[in-house]
């Protein structure tokens, strides 16, 4: 096999670790070491529980948030688990939990949070030094809910655009998501201890090569395009010290990487030396085999350390009670588990921490606070591309008459996208706490902005306005709800390669063209220029979507993603007091172009992107 890569990922073990750890391995009974491996769903087990059990991990799923969301009760649960975990007698060791979230885009589950762009915006900003500022500010506006690790980032290298995921790849160029890679965990981690959250790249490997881009699909690659393209972004994670790795749900010709010893062991943990622990995705051992037991025992051999069995945490236990007991799973497979394990949490200076209410970062006043607003307001800027602007439209004048339309343009929600605040997102300004829509930016900076409701467009009168700004596009979704299947085969299709279960959840849509995904954009577009408004459309989107008939119809068009909670920095733009940057992070396919993948045909080329000058 390739030995093109060896490691020369920093260890952060040492022997001070080691010693510690070896001390607690000798006085751990198999309970207490099945249940480090074990991590559990905050719904679903209680403190009491996590204790009896000797749970290794919590997590919040997306969207899981104790009492009102507000902060100080993510920090008052965050004190629960850990007294409970640390509480020690004769029959519990006392290690601390590590409790886990999806921090994706900014502390995004918390209400107050800031929510930066997701990755696909990020990508178009090319800026390596703001993913360090970025994963900076994420790390402590998580330390501020008491939560010490985040699953993130995801370093998949997506190559469709039918694929739901894709707003949570940075580009379909695995040199750029791997130039992101190592700043990003380099800011989220820190130097550990007060200032820093443990990091988890996602998904290992090749989750954004699935065929058709089903989500939890099919990658069918020779191993050295898998390298290549999906493993190249771990290299440089892991030399910076990434301490978890999370693996895929998806299949790599035919086998599950959820049971891929190859995968896992030979490569993971052997070529790359990783020494920290393998976490199995959310439910992902389910799909090994119908026979859960045969399942745990599937995942534990094949190299999963820790398993994110949310519900059905204590059927995992006792299974995989009962495989060591048979010999089925070696108890050095499971010493090795927790060995990893422990080394993340000695390494990380979590088995010294106080309580989390008491750490430095605890509940702290910059958690959506003004500085990383601004920070955010600055990625936003970076992250917009301009993909048409005749006549220069843009920047909008100080003089001009400026209407505002469309349903996303008062709408923080759709802004946002997937995984804030609940798993597919939110809709409206209501659920989400702080951040400005991009209306309001508008409003802030502009003294003649109208802002006129999508069905009212048509009694307006066009003299009254210079310029019209309509804020289209989708509207928010999460992993494979948010894939595009185009055809009604495509499922039986992918999954037909596959070794093993596959999970089929309702797709967003059956078309990549904006037209006939969201046809009232395009109504809007047509009742603007039929009353020959010039129009600058904003794109809100998880991917780049087949849009010539919007582009004809319009003077100026932004591609903004999925902004997050800081709306002026489109208004910034847009008005000229900042200049466009981002390039495009994919290929942007023409309406033409077949099963609307990417390509030479492109319609705008990666890298794309017009600005002012
Ligand atoms: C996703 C992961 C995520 C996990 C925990 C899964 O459905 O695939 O990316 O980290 O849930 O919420």
């Known amino acids: 096999m390739n030995k093109a890569v060896e490691s020369k990922h920093i260890n952060f073990s040492n022997q001070v670790v080691e010693k510690r750890i070896e001390q607690l391995l000798e006085n751990m009974s198999l ?38 969301n507000q902060l100080a009760d993510w920090v008052q649960m965050a004190d629960e688990y850990w007294h409970a975990s640390t509480s020690k007698d004769e029959r519990h060791l006392g290690i601390p939990i590590i409790y886990g979230v999806d921090a994706i885009h900014g502390n995004n589950n918390v209400l107050g949070a800031t929510v930066f762009p997701h990755n696909i915006g990020l990508g178009a900003a090319r800026n390596p030094e703001l993913m360090q500022k970025l994963a900076s500010a994420t790390a402590r506006e998580v330390l501020a809910a008491g939560v010490d690790w ?22 379909q160029d695995p040199v750029l998501v791997a130039n992101y890679a190592a700043p990003f965990v380099d800011g989220l981690q820190s130097s550990y201890d007060d200032d820093g959250v443990i990091s988890c790249v996602k998904h290992w490997v090749g989750d954004g090569g699935t065929t058709k881009g089903i989500d939890q ?18 290299y440089p994670a892991l030399e910076a010290g990434a301490m978890t790795v999370m693996v895929s749900f998806n299949s790599w010709n035919g086998d599950k990487c959820h049971g891929h010893r190859f995968l896992l062991q030979q490569e993971l943990k052997g070529r790359l030396a990783f020494s920290g622990f393998v976490v199995s995705d959310f439910d992902g051992i389910d799909y090994l085999s119908q026979d859960y037991y045969e399942a745990v025992a599937l995942g534990v051999n094949a190299g999963i350390d820790m398993f994110m ?33 422990l080394r993340v949490k000695a390494a990380s200076g979590l088995l010294d921490q106080v309580k989390p209410s008491a750490r430095a970062w605890s509940n702290h006043s910059s958690f959506g606070g003004e500085k990383h607003r601004q920070l955010a307001k600055n990625a936003v800027a970076q ?54 829509s991009i209306l309001n930016g508008l409003v802030g900076f502009h003294e003649q902005v109208t802002y006129v409701e999508q069905d009212r467009v048509e009694q307006i009168e066009p003299n009254d306005f210079d310029v019209a700004v309509a804020v289209i596009g989708e509207t928010p979704y999460a992993e494979g709800l948010g894939d595009i299947r185009t055809n009604e ?28 995904l969201h046809p009232e954009d395009l109504r809007l577009l047509r009742s603007l220029s039929d009353k020959n408004i010039p129009i600058v459309a904003v794109l809100i989107s998880g991917r780049p979507l087949q849009i010539d008939l919007e582009l004809d119809l319009t003077d100026a068009f932004v591609a903004a993603w999925l902004p997050g909670s800081e709306g ?33 045909n492109a319609r705008f080329p990666i890298g794309y992107g017009l600005n002012y000058r």
């Open 150 to 171: 985040t699953f993130a980032p995801t370093l998949a290298v997506a190559q469709s655009n039918r694929w739901g995921r894709m707003y949570e790849s940075y580009s």
């Open 217 to 234: 699909g099919e990658t069918t690659l020779s191993y050295q395009d898998l390298e290549r393209v999906h493993m190249l972004p771990y």
């Open 309 to 341: 069995v949310p519900e059905e945490w204590q059927r995992f236990i006792e299974y995989l009670t009962q495989h060591v007991e048979i010999g089925s799973v070696s108890m050095s497979r499971i010493d090795d588990a927790v060995r990893r394990i």
């Open 568 to 600: 002026q920095g489109v208004a910034e733009v847009l008005l000229g007091k900042l200049d466009f940057v981002g390039k495009l992070p994919f290929d942007w396919p023409r309406d033409s172009a077949e099963n609307s993948e990417r390509g030479l």
């Open 31 to 68: 309970a207490q070491k099945i249940g480090q491996m074990t991590q559990a769903e905050r719904l679903f087990c209680s403190p009491e529980q996590a204790r009896k059990f000797h749970i290794g991990s919590i997590l919040s799923g997306g969207g899981s948030c104790p009492g009102d």
């Open 489 to 516: 085969n495509d499922i039986v299709e992918a999954g037909s390669q596959i070794r093993g279960l596959m999970k089929v959840l309702e797709p967003y849509g059956t078309s990549t063209k904006l037209s006939e």
């Open 383 to 436: 992250s917009l591309v301009l993909l048409k602007n005749d006549n220069s439209i843009l920047p909008i004048k100080k003089q001009n008459r400026v209407l505002v339309c469309g349903k996303n343009a008062d709408n923080i929600g759709h802004q946002c996208g997937g995984f804030t605040i609940a798993w597919q997102g939110v809709s409206g300004n209501e659920d989400i706490a702080g951040g400005t």
